[in-house]
């Protein structure tokens, strides 16, 4: 065959590529268009079906009436129609995308076909074992996109396993226990203490029923229910009258009719949100899309420049000049690139699995460095989700008390002076008594450690009582129950009747500080009991109340050593007021510190709860959030529109009694001011926001599926702390991205003008062939800049602004210190290149010469490349890394093999040179690190102003 013939096909096949290339961008995008119209479409539709009654707002018969119901229950047959109308009370699954249209999905990326298109070349070049490492790049990139893919889909199992297997329902007038998938609206179920909410249900009776809503609304405490009709704007956290399917059953029992199963239930609503959330791309990889456009571009005009100038100009023929443009578009292309990039998020994320930060999507590893705002959760996050007691209030004094969670460790302070059991009658009486009067319990776990067994309150009152000294098993065994009046919402206390073995009978009372207050006469000093004082208790309950603590009073009565019953009568007067009791979910004291950490990293912390704003306006001030005076409420952000809290997003930093819908939309406001938003949360309320933002955060230990499906990143520990760590290794991990960039595109640059210096000069013998410039390309960017992955983390990382994620990667520092480098590759390679063809070399020769030449290069300008601006003629410099000695000891070590070993001679056409030529390499490459030094130097004295620094190059050391 002739070379034309060769050439021809050669450039058919090219064409072909290029046409299926084009074809495959078409579809690509199609597909995503047609994939948005049915993300549309889906989200319309949930809007229609979403419409439903204000349950909350009507009548238990209105309620009844509404849903075509009776108290007694549905019949069999009607519950199968209604089954067959509705279907069953599942979550909607939509139908997941094969394996396969996942996997094709990886490879729709420019830079990826930009490789593709490299490979392919090299493929027709004959020079396979090129071709195959381009093409195991490609798939080892596309294999990693792969496995982290399909978050969404995960998120959407997550919540619906979040319903109850089984309910107890009313049917043909029987109680009857049916699969939750069969409930229809309309059933009526009966809830007990342990059950899991099956569906949302308007309760039509109740018996001191609390349930858990942690997960659905934040609120720190179980919810206490009733029957009572509420306003329509009632939030969601406040609507006693429901019980919401997902949620449980912690105490009491209660009737209610089923009002929406599946997709209808809050459950389901949430569960479409984050179907139709629209989940970001990172910094990173829109600045490397961007790049990548750029740089195709590039090669594109400066491959058909060269080959224009060459037909025309220097009389190449066509043959001669497409190789050439080929040789040139493979020196432009970083192959190692897409590699370096990779495996340098992978280092990232073992080093943050060190420091408990798991990451689920590589480049969130990335986008963490870019994080100007975190917008976190309250109940779990910034605080422990434990009740404790804050504050003992007595008659004399008011005592603060240490130690958090349900370890029963901690010291009781009058002012800075601790108390020890005995110093304070009053309040060691006052703690017993709350034991007393208490259902939970404490124990150690093996496991788990210290947890309580019952009301979350009922288990603060006990550790504290613990913490002072307290034996409760022996409290228990000295003064045992006799009787009891529960506690309800409709008296809003819990009493106990207790006696002693001398046959001391004692009433004590724990419950509601205004209750409780109108039923004592006196309260209990150190000195005896004195007259009470009832305006000075309300200011002391006030002062409480303004700190977010949940109070609880506590007051006891002497009885006739005869009574064996308690009843209301005995507790309507004549008590004795022991004091008040603070509770509250305390902040993490590592949260305070992180917040102040990332208030120094230009990082601002927002908090975004369900629970009251009083609650969360105190723990705000307490974690140190830069604006806590100012709270808005999800009741408030109903009455702004979009362009009013857009205002006020950027300045107010506590937001409470929120619903998922408005954690949405301020992740989605604050994205607009262009930040790149954190958000923290644990319960399922924070699912949509967590996938929305650009990098989602879940709690590993107490957080729920749905949130760690729908995150980025999930804290093993649980604690805020570990988020400012990921910060530092964001930002780490990013500093050594832009060093690799800046290390492999000089290397590129000096190839491509190494090749182009010789078509300007019509030399018909390039000094570097296609195949030996992808040997360089891929060698060294797999040893020497990968060392650059291992780099440290900078001095003063955490004290300097969040950069600019809209800054391109490419700075006016970077393309001036890329084409600086390039200019001095390109020098010394031609110019020894043209030495040993003047000293009688061969061409294999000389092209080994070159070959070497830009390798050596390489390996002294990777030590300079270490810091961008800041010197490294110095031991830290030189030696601070010790994968970069070891990076180029084994580069030494492949360049030997390159050069000797005669299978690799005849594979990449080089030869053996001798040991004078290799001295005459090493004294021309270790220039560039003298001559590189010698920039930075005046860049740094000279033409860069301190505040040009900062905003050029985040990543000077």
Not at 210 to 228: I, N, Y
Not at 240 to 249: D, E, F, P, R
Not at 313 to 336: K, N, S
Request: with cysteine.
């Amino acid at each position: 065959m002739l070379d034309s013939d060769l050439f021809l096909l050669e450039l058919i096949a090219l064409e072909w590529l290029i046409a299926m290339m084009a074809a495959g961008l078409l579809l690509g995008f199609g597909i995503r268009d047609w994939r948005r119209r049915q993300r549309h479409a889906a989200a319309a539709g949930q809007r229609r079906e979403g419409v439903v009654a204000e349950w909350h707002h009507l009548s238990a018969d209105q309620v009844l009436a509404r849903v075509g119901a009776h108290e007694s229950g549905l019949s069999t047959s009607q519950a199968r129609r209604r089954l067959d109308e509705v279907g069953p009370n599942r979550l909607p699954e939509p139908r997941p995308r094969s394996a396969l249209v996942r996997y094709l999905s990886q490879f729709h990326n420019l830079l990826i076909y930009v490789l593709l298109a490299a490979g392919v070349v090299t493929a027709l070049l004959q020079h396979w074992l090129d071709a195959v490492v381009i093409l195991g790049v490609v798939l080892v990139n596309a294999a990693i996109g792969f496995v982290q893919e399909g978050k969404a889909e995960d998120a959407l199992k997550a919540i619906r396993q979040m319903l109850s297997p089984s309910a107890m329902t009313l049917r043909d007038n029987k109680l009857v226990t049916v699969e939750a998938a069969d409930l229809v609206p309309g059933d009526i179920v009966q809830l007990q203490s342990g059950d899991k909410v099956p569906a949302d249900v308007r309760l039509l009776r109740s018996k001191g029923l609390f349930v858990e809503e942690a997960p659905l609304t934040g609120e720190s405490v179980p919810v206490e229910k009733d029957c009572r009709i509420l306003p329509s704007q009632t939030p969601l956290a406040e609507r006693n009258c429901m019980a919401y399917s997902g949620t449980l059953v912690t105490q009491g029992q209660g009737t209610g009719v089923v009002v929406a199963t599946g997709g209808a239930t809050e459950i389901g609503r949430i569960s479409a949100l984050v179907a139709n959330v629209q989940q970001l791309t990172t910094p990173l990889l829109r600045q490397m899309d961007q790049f990548s456009r750029w740089l195709t571009g590039a090669i594109l005009v400066l491959a058909t420049v060269s080959f224009v100038f060459g037909v025309l100009i220097r009389d190449f023929t066509a043959a001669e000049m497409f190789m050439a443009a080929v040789g040139l578009a493979v020196a432009a292309i970083p192959e190692g690139l897409p590699a370096i990039m990779t495996i340098t998020l992978a280092i990232g994320v073992q080093r943050m699995a060190g420091r408990s930060a798991i990451i689920r999507r590589l480049p969130a590893v990335e986008t963490l460095g870019t994080v100007g705002v975190i917008c976190s959760d309250k109940t779990g996050t910034l605080t422990r989700n434990s009740m404790t007691v804050a504050t003992v209030q007595t008659s004399e004094r008011q005592i603060n008390v240490t130690g958090t969670g349900y370890e029963p460790q901690g010291t009781f302070l009058d002012g800075s002076n601790e108390l020890a059991p005995g110093d304070d009658l009053p309040l060691q009486e006052l703690l017993r008594d709350a034991a007393l009067c208490n259902d939970a319990t404490l124990a150690e776990q093996a496991e788990t450690g210290w947890e309580v067994h019952g009301d979350p309150m009922e288990g603060a009152l006990i550790v504290a009582a613990a913490k002072h000294g307290l034996d409760l098993e022996q409290t228990h065994r000295c003064w045992p129950r006799a009787d009891i009046i529960p506690f309800e919402s409709g008296h809003k206390f819990m009493a106990t009747l207790n006696r002693c073995e001398n046959d001391e009978r004692l009433i004590v009372v724990k419950g509601a500080p205004e209750v409780v207050l109108g039923m004592c006469d006196t309260a209990r000093g150190a000195d005896g009991d004195l007259p009470l004082d009832r305006d000075l208790w309300l200011q002391r309950m006030d002062a409480m109340a303004a700190e977010g603590q949940r109070i609880l009073a506590v007051a006891t009565k002497s009885v006739d050593c005869a009574q064996q019953e308690l009843g209301f009568a005995d507790v309507e007067g004549g008590l004795t007021l022991l004091g008040l009791l603070g509770l509250m979910d305390p902040p993490r004291e590592e949260a305070i510190s992180a917040v102040r950490a990332c208030r120094e990293a230009g990082i601002r912390v927002k908090m975004i709860t369900g629970d009251h704003a009083g609650t969360a306006q105190a723990i705000a001030k307490r974690v140190g959030l830069e604006n806590h005076e100012r709270v808005l409420t999800g009741s408030e952000l109903d009455t702004l529109d979009d362009d009013a809290l857009t205002d006020l997003v950027n300045t107010v930093d506590v937001y409470a009694r929120v619903t998922p819908e408005h954690k949405l939309r301020l992740v989605e406001l604050l994205q607009r001011t262009d930040a790149v938003v954190a958000m923290t949360g644990d319960g399922v309320n924070d699912a949509p926001a967590l996938k929305r933002a650009d990098v989602g955060v879940a709690m590993g230990i107490n957080g729920t599926e749905a949130a760690k499906e729908a995150s980025e990143m999930v804290l093993a520990d649980d604690n805020f702390a570990s988020i400012a760590s990921a910060v530092e290794e964001g930002r780490t991990v990013y500093d050594n991205l832009k060093k690799a960039i800046l290390f492999i595109l000089p290397t590129n640059g000096g190839e491509a003008l190494v090749v182009l210096s010789a078509i300007v000069l019509g030399f018909h013998e390039f000094p570097l062939t296609p195949v030996q410039i992808l040997w360089v390309n891929m060698i060294t960017a797999v040893t020497l800049a990968l060392a650059l992955a291992f780099e440290p983390p900078e001095p003063g990382v955490m004290g300097r602004p969040p950069r600019n994620a809209r800054q391109p990667v490419l700075t006016p520092l970077f393309l001036w210190r890329i084409g600086y480098v390039s200019v001095i590759l390109m020098a010394g390679t031609f110019g020894m290149f043209l030495w040993e063809q003047r000293q009688n070399a061969t061409i294999e020769e000389a092209r080994t010469v070159a070959v070497n030449t830009l390798v050596m290069f390489e390996i002294f300008y990777l030590f300079s490349a270490r810091y961008i601006t800041a010197p490294v003629l110095n031991r830290q410099g030189l030696l601070g890394n010790s994968y970069v000695l070891y990076a180029v000891g084994l580069l030494v070590v492949f360049q030997l093999a390159f050069t000797y070993l005669p299978a690799l001679q005849a594979l990449f056409g080089t030869a053996a040179i001798s040991a004078g030529v290799w001295l005459r390499i090493v004294l021309v490459a270790v220039s560039v690190l003298f001559i590189v030094e010698l920039e930075k130097m005046l860049v740094r004295r000279w033409f860069r102003p301190k505040e040009r620094v900062r905003e050029l190059d985040q990543v000077s050391g």
